[in-house]
């Protein structure tokens, strides 16, 4: 049995409720979307607030963080709210405007920039589309881990640098055989897993929190995280940041890698002890990283980081942009759509989660 407790949750985006257990509206739930105007059409384009219109009595009115109080008429009423990025926190202020909310439909991934005791204390179901935002940080992290084992970025860097073009002898790993390894096995964790299935390779993984019969069931073998970085061609971390995550992977870890292994971060900076990953790659020029994210976010133009040779900064851009958004926002028009057939609700979150999740 997984423990409940595990800073890596082994799935952190499809906690079941069961709609039947809540009330079911008896007419067309009165609606709104609570969103910045700058991120309204991003999310919810026409497609997706059509079908919001067509399954809720929506109000027209766009209640923005700058305008929701200015619309008592409009809150009072409001049942549902679709919201996003942006989202105001819940506070007795906010709630005590929505006095009949009862669900919160939010299309981005964590729940903890709005979140309150006050919220959980009203009952206030939340279901939120971090399931949606993994995907592109699946296919993200797929796409890097096969450049990593072909030596792509190092070989493209030299050769700009050099003008001339490798040895066609240059060690690089190689799709075929290799193995990769990825920390944690949430929600971004198992779907990596799942779409290397595709490729031959090995794939083992670091979760303290997931059993060995559930890692046999994703097609991983588990390993410790030392045992993760020694063997392993390419490291992916994919790791929630909280209390137990912080600074977890250290300059030994880095250095202990294979000769020409790469290190992957798309999670959060702080999750690595960003001053020992710069050491580790100074002393190992073979090694290489690629981090969509740094702590802080972005690096100050003096950083050090800018000046490491062996490393490459992409500006956290492995989850949902532009278009990608909007599967957020399907995700919960589906979840919308599940709550009025009386269907279990999949990406419910509960306070309960807040502890363990991203």
């Not at 919810?44 to 009595?57: H, I």
């Not at 061609?233 to 890698?257: F, G, K, N, Y």
């Amino acid at each position: 049995m997984l423990n409940t407790a595990s800073p890596f949750p082994a799935d952190t985006t499809r906690s079941t409720v069961a709609a039947s257990a809540m009330p079911r509206p008896a007419q067309r739930p009165r609606a709104a979307f609570v969103v910045a105007e700058s991120l309204f059409e991003r999310i919810y384009g026409p497609d997706q607030r059509a079908a919001v219109a067509a399954m809720t009595d929506l109000d027209p009115q766009l209640l923005t963080p700058e305008c929701w109080r200015d619309h008592p008429d409009v809150t009072r009423e409001v049942e549902w709210i679709f919201s996003t990025w942006s989202m105001p926190p819940a506070t007795e202020e906010f709630l005590a405007a929505f006095p009949r909310l009862r669900t919160i439909f939010y299309a981005a991934g964590t729940v903890k920039t709005f979140a309150t005791d006050a919220l959980w204390e009203r009952g206030i179901v939340v279901t939120s589309a971090l399931a949606a935002n993994a995907v592109p940080v699946a296919e993200f992290t797929v796409a890097q881990i096969v450049l990593a084992l072909k030596s792509v970025w190092p070989m493209a860097l030299q050769i700009r640098q050099t003008r001339i073009f490798p040895h066609p002898e240059i060690p690089t790993p190689g799709v075929f055989q290799s193995t990769v390894g990825l920390i944690s096995l949430g929600a971004i964790g198992r779907l990596v897993a799942e779409y290397l299935q595709h490729y031959d390779l090995h794939v083992i993984a670091y979760d303290p929190y997931v059993s060995e019969a559930e890692a046999r069931r994703l097609g991983v073998g588990l390993r410790s995280l030392d045992e993760l970085f020694a063997c392993s061609d390419v490291v992916s971390c994919h790791a929630p940041l909280i209390d137990e995550t912080h600074r977890l992977i250290r300059q030994q870890h880095i250095e202990s890698m294979k000769p020409h292994a790469t290190f992957i971060n798309t999670a959060r900076g702080a999750i690595v002890d960003e001053p020992g990953l710069l050491a580790a790659l100074r002393n190992r020029p073979d090694l290489f990283a690629l981090l969509d994210v740094t702590s802080p976010e972005p690096p100050p133009p003096d950083s050090p980081i800018f000046d490491v040779p062996n490393l490459i900064l992409t500006p956290h851009i492995a989850g949902s942009t532009n278009l990608e958004c909007r599967r957020m926002a399907d995700y919960m028009i589906e979840e919308a759509a599940r709550l009025l057939a009386g269907e279990p609700l999949r990406h419910v979150v509960t306070a309960a989660d807040l502890d363990r999740r991203a």
